[in-house]
């Protein structure tokens, strides 16, 4: 069974410009979640999808969004790039169970802003 | 505010030993319990889930959770070289939040040869 995948691998911006990274889900999945991790630090909770609605978000500014399409694959947004949008982004796919199941993280897309 | 708690460490033992590394929680209504690994510079791993109170085991990891005291605990026994990494626990199905889940900050274990 394929795992999360993610695209691109890196990805290199500079300051103000906008940034487009890519998840696609383990196949049954339908919730995706967006996560922040800087060098060095915790996860950050960015953004919940589920079933093509946002369910959640993180304390992030409103230049972070995202969507869910139809075949539940999702993708992240970072306009009006900041230094400190530097990171890496972890998508990661979970299957919305009575009493919870596990999450499945994909390898990550590493920006970096100029 | 949901929160997950763990010691940051440094955890160091030496190849051999048992590491223990623990998990707080705040919220009562959490129901499963995970525990990643997370190599430098790579993404977090699943390594265990844990939903009831007692033990599980699976191979050389055992959770442990204690809902009661809202603890949730992870032991590698005979810790090799290749279990340093940071481990993150995390929490979900907490009450009125769905599928949200919650990682504590993470715990950096360092096994020494």
């Known amino acids: 069974e394929a795992g999360v995948t993610q695209s691109p691998t890196h990805l290199i911006k500079t300051r103000g410009q906008q940034a487009t990274l890519r998840c696609s889900p383990i196949s049954g999945h339908t919730s995706v979640y967006w996560y922040q991790q800087a060098l060095g630090l915790g996860l950050q909770f960015l953004l919940w999808y589920d079933e093509g609605e946002e369910r959640n978000r993180g304390n992030f500014p409103p230049r972070f969004s995202g969507r869910q399409f139809p075949n539940y694959s999702s993708e992240l947004n970072v306009n009006a790039l900041e230094l400190e949008d530097s990171a890496l982004y972890l998508c990661?796919?979970?299957?919305?169970?009575?009493?919870?199941?596990?999450?499945?993280f994909g390898p990550g897309t590493r920006l970096t802003v100029l | 505010q949901k929160e997950v708690e763990q010691n940051s460490g440094p955890l160091s033992v030496p190849e051999g030993a048992i590491a223990s590394l623990n998990c707080t929680y705040s919220d009562r209504g959490s129901q499963s319990f995970f525990w990643y690994r997370q190599y430098s510079g790579k993404s977090p791993e699943l390594i265990m889930f844990?939903?009831?109170?007692g033990d599980k085991e699976d191979g050389r990891f055992t959770a442990q959770l204690n809902k009661a005291s809202q603890y949730v605990s992870l032991l590698i026994r005979d810790s090799q070289p290749s279990d340093s990494a940071t481990y993150l626990c995390?929490?979900?199905?907490?009450?009125?939040?769905?599928?949200?889940?919650?990682f504590g900050t993470g715990t950096s274990l360092t096994v020494i040869p």
């Open positions: 995390a929490v979900n199905g907490e009450s009125g939040t769905g599928n949200q889940f919650y």
């Open positions: 990661a796919s979970s299957l919305w169970a009575s009493g919870g199941s596990a999450q499945y």
């Open positions: 844990i939903y009831s109170n």
